[in-house]
């Protein structure tokens, strides 16, 4: 079993960076599948919307169409973290952005076992 804590949400303005990071804890972080997800408000229902994955022992990286060229996932696997850099954000990335794993290879169908708690981003116009 995996723990997960994202951190290096906030306010940026349109047009700037952020990193997120992903701190994972008891167990080999190297055997998992790891992504990021993230969920717009709050409204009942509203499912997380895939962002980027990246598979164990596979540096090939997954990306929705939404944030491709613009946001680089990877990972560090000594120091157990899960990395996604974001640039020329917008207000339309606004939303809680959540780490997620699962000892499955990546596919469209991915249901991940284990998430983080969420880390806000919010992106001014």
């Known amino acids: 079993q995996v723990q997960l804590v994202e951190s290096g949400g906030g306010l940026v303005q349109a047009g700037g960076s952020l990193r997120l990071s992903c701190a994972a804890s008891g167990a080999t972080f190297s055997s998992y599948t790891v992504a990021w997800f993230r969920q717009a408000g709050q409204a009942p229902g509203k499912e997380r919307e895939f962002v980027a994955a990246i598979n164990r022992g596979d540096p090939a990286a997954y990306y929705s169409d939404s944030v491709k060229g613009r946001f680089t996932i990877s990972r560090d696997n000594a120091k157990k973290t899960l990395y996604l850099q974001m640039n020329s954000l917008k207000p339309e990335d606004t939303a809680v952005y959540y780490c997620?794993?699962?000892?499955?290879?990546?596919?469209?169908?991915?249901?991940?076992?284990?998430w983080g708690q969420g880390t806000q981003v919010t992106v001014s116009s």
């Open positions: 997620a794993a699962d000892l499955w290879r990546y596919d469209t169908n991915w249901r991940p076992a284990y």
